[in-house]
């Protein structure tokens, strides 16, 4: 009845042991394969036409990896005058359409406000006109299947 036991405790350890790899896998793929994927360029517009008005990210994208690219999370820093850093974001899931490998697309993300915290806007819509310029970072990536 030891052996048993003894054996059903390594089984469960070893497929816990696989299981927190396999997990601690994957995001590690994504983070390493981001510094695949290039900003050739990037534009900021405001739509006024919209109520309230809404600030849109055209990016172009081009993928120098060997895999698909179905999302992406990136980081946006606003700057003023002087270079000093006004307000940062991290937009998750950006991308809805999956950027091949080797291409090189165009993409519109909205730019989402929120006017009872402002701490939690991807765009600091109070203070739009004082934005000198803004740097992209991409975080993370997300591999498409296929």
Do not use: W
């Amino acid at each position: 009845m030891t052996y048993i036991s003894g054996y059903a405790c390594r089984a469960i350890f070893t497929c816990a042991v696989f299981f927190m790899l396999f997990l601690s896998a994957d995001p590690a793929k994504g983070e390493d394969y981001a510094k695949n994927i290039e900003v050739a360029e990037a534009d900021i517009k405001i739509n006024y036409q919209e109520v309230p008005a809404v600030a849109y990210l055209y990016l172009t994208l081009k993928n120098n990896g060997s895999r698909n690219v179905s999302n992406l999370n990136f980081k946006i820093g606003y700057f003023g005058e002087g270079d000093y850093l006004m307000h940062k974001a991290v937009v998750k899931n950006a991308l809805n359409i999956m950027l091949p490998k080797g291409e090189t697309r165009k993409y519109k993300v909205r730019l989402r406000g929120d006017f009872n915290n402002e701490r939690y806007e991807q765009y600091p819509y109070s203070r739009s006109a004082e934005i000198s310029d803004f740097d992209i970072k991409i975080i993370n990536v997300k591999i498409a299947k296929g």
